[in-house]
């Protein structure tokens, strides 16, 4: 079982450096639960994934690339 835990340690590296090399920042933040809420009002989270870690930061990732894409800006945002 040893060889097994050093080859699932070596292939998250592997990918780690992969991400790094490719100019990928990982980050880490804390999500209330009325933004987790307003994800799912809005249709960027599943309902039934209000606790799931991945897809909360997939829907996160799409609505940033999609405001990104969209070239919302905070200034645009302001009341």
């Known amino acids: 079982m040893r060889s097994r835990e050093l080859s699932l340690g070596a292939e998250r590296t592997r990918r780690w450096r992969e991400r790094r090399q490719q100019g990928v ?8 639960p009325d933004v987790t809420a307003k994800l799912i009002r809005f249709g960027w989270l599943d309902p039934n994934k209000r606790d799931d870690k991945e ?3 997939r829907a996160l990732v799409e609505l940033a690339e999609k405001a990104t894409e969209l070239e919302v800006t905070p200034a645009s945002c302001s009341t």
Do not use: G, T
């Open 25 to 32: 920042v990982v980050v880490s933040f804390d999500v209330a």
């Open 55 to 57: 897809a909360i930061a």
